[in-house]
């Protein structure tokens, strides 16, 4: 499986955003897709992944109620719909899978990365 982003760009602090990710190859059931995030000088972490299988979803508290992943399967794709931004949002978000499903991919990352876009917020 690969992996492909797009989307992102830069948005001022309270607007909404998008990222896509599309995912080539063959993938099992249980595969989900999801999103990471490292801003400058801290970790990549974990922002929200959706199973393909059946739409279930995982979010960080820290964006619960502003983003929603969702999946299209016929496309092989999931987007992140980021809203009410705020500065502390502003990061590179990378698009991951795996297919251990979203559960792994929150608790214990991906096996597969694409590249990283970047969002910027501006205050």
């Known amino acids: 499986v690969q992996l492909q982003a797009s989307g992102g760009g830069l948005v001022q602090a309270g607007g909404s955003l998008s990222v896509f990710c599309a995912a080539s190859?063959?993938?099992?059931?249980?595969?989900?897709m999801g999103w990471f995030r490292q801003a400058p000088g801290k970790e990549r972490e974990f922002v929200a992944a959706v199973r393909l299988l059946d739409g279930r979803t995982d979010y960080a508290d820290s964006v619960k109620g502003r983003f929603i992943i969702a999946r299209d399967n016929a496309k092989n794709s999931v987007t992140l719909e980021m809203n009410s931004l705020k500065p502390e949002d502003m990061a590179v978000y990378y698009c991951?899978?795996?297919?251990?499903?979203?559960?792994?991919?929150?608790?214990?990352?991906?096996?597969?990365w694409g590249q990283g876009t970047q969002v910027t917020v501006s205050s």
């Open positions: 190859g063959r993938t099992r059931n249980s595969y989900a």
């Open positions: 991951a899978g795996d297919p251990r499903g979203s559960s792994w991919l929150k608790l214990r990352g991906a096996d597969t």
